[in-house]
């Protein structure tokens, strides 16, 4: 959802390559530079044309989100699609998911605060697509209804839209470094009945 030009991987390997040549290089400028790499240092870093970027993402700043998004499904965040391990507990599942993405984005500031510039096809700014698909991966733990009715997909939004908030205000250092008081509040942005069911946070 956070992409407009869909990963084609398992197609053609030499997409694969060259999409992770560009996101590869774009961490490492962000991490050497701290500033806002222009698409030109991305593939010249990347060793890829300017016309392959544009192939695979509309800007840099799509380029830091689908980066975020490949951090997420590395590091143990739930994929939007994967189910749950039979005898898996809901509420752990949460938590530690929250966790994992406030730990990720802190560990990523300069990438994060790249994508926090995306406006996606949808409309919505920085990871929140990303955020969307979670929150509805989540629900279906959960046990929510998975009919995609429009009441559920307007309650996805609104949460995803909070907790990038939340992460936006984390990652700048407004919220100090208190871990669990900033995984509450993620966990706060969630609606009501997902909290009743995932239990507080520690």
Do not use: K
Request: proline fraction near 5%; aromatic fraction near 4%; hydrophobic fraction near 40%.
């Amino acid at each position: 959802m956070a992409s407009a030009h869909p990963s084609t991987a398992g197609e053609d390997p030499r997409f694969t390559r060259s999409r992770q040549a560009i996101t590869d290089a774009l961490a490492a400028l962000l991490g050497q530079m701290g500033t806002y790499p222009s698409v030109a240092a991305v593939t010249q870093a990347a060793g890829v044309h300017r016309a392959t970027f544009y192939n695979h993402f509309q800007s840099v700043e799509e380029a830091a989100v689908a980066l975020i998004r490949e951090d997420f499904r590395t590091l143990g965040t739930p994929e939007p699609g994967d189910r749950q391990q039979p005898g898996a507990d809901p509420a752990a599942m949460a938590l530690e998911t929250l966790n994992t993405m406030l730990e990720t984005l802190r560990q990523r500031r300069n990438v994060f605060l790249v994508a926090s510039a995306w406006r996606s096809p949808s409309g919505l700014m920085g990871i929140s697509d990303l955020l969307v698909d979670h929150v509805r991966e989540l629900r279906r733990g959960l046990g929510g209804d998975d009919a995609g009715a429009e009441t559920d997909d307007v309650e996805d939004v609104y949460a995803a839209c909070g907790m990038n908030g939340v992460l936006s205000a984390a990652v700048s250092g407004s919220l100090g470094d208190r871990p669990e008081e900033i995984t509450s509040r993620l966990h706060a942005a969630l609606p009501a009945w997902m909290r009743q069911q995932s239990g507080p946070t520690r």
